[in-house]
């Protein structure tokens, strides 16, 4: 059974750090790209950032660039989101989706999700 399971959310003051946890199990953690893809209230969903295990490379929306850094342990089946700098504007619900992409029909697993609230 494939599963995703988010965990570290919470609420921060603008310019504080999270770091967002996705462990994967079920298939094999390097034979796919994995994402964040989070949702604000009243939002459609926003893809954040993505691992693409076959040529080890990371990618960032622009909103996030410098601020947020994915990092992996592959013997833990675990991709980190470590969040820096939040503003109240990165307040969403958290997704971990296997796939990569703008649409939604590009993935096809994802965890619960993990709220990050920004508010001071």
């Known amino acids: 059974e494939v599963r995703l399971v988010e965990s570290g959310g919470g609420m921060v003051q603008p310019g504080g750090s999270l770091r967002l946890s996705c462990a994967a199990s079920?298939?094999?953690?390097?034979?796919?790209?994995i994402s964040w893809v989070r949702q604000a209230p009243g939002k459609g969903p926003e893809w954040v950032s993505a691992f693409e295990p076959s040529t080890g490379t990371t990618y960032y929306e622009d909103s996030v660039k410098g601020r947020f850094t994915l990092s992996v342990d592959n013997a833990k089946n675990t991709l980190y989101l470590q969040m820096n700098s939040l503003e109240p504007e990165d307040t969403a619900r958290y997704y971990c989706a296997r796939g990569n992409g703008a649409t939604l029909n590009e993935y096809d697993y994802w965890g619960q999700g993990t709220q990050v609230t920004v508010s001071s």
């Open positions: 079920g298939f094999p953690f390097s034979d796919y790209d």
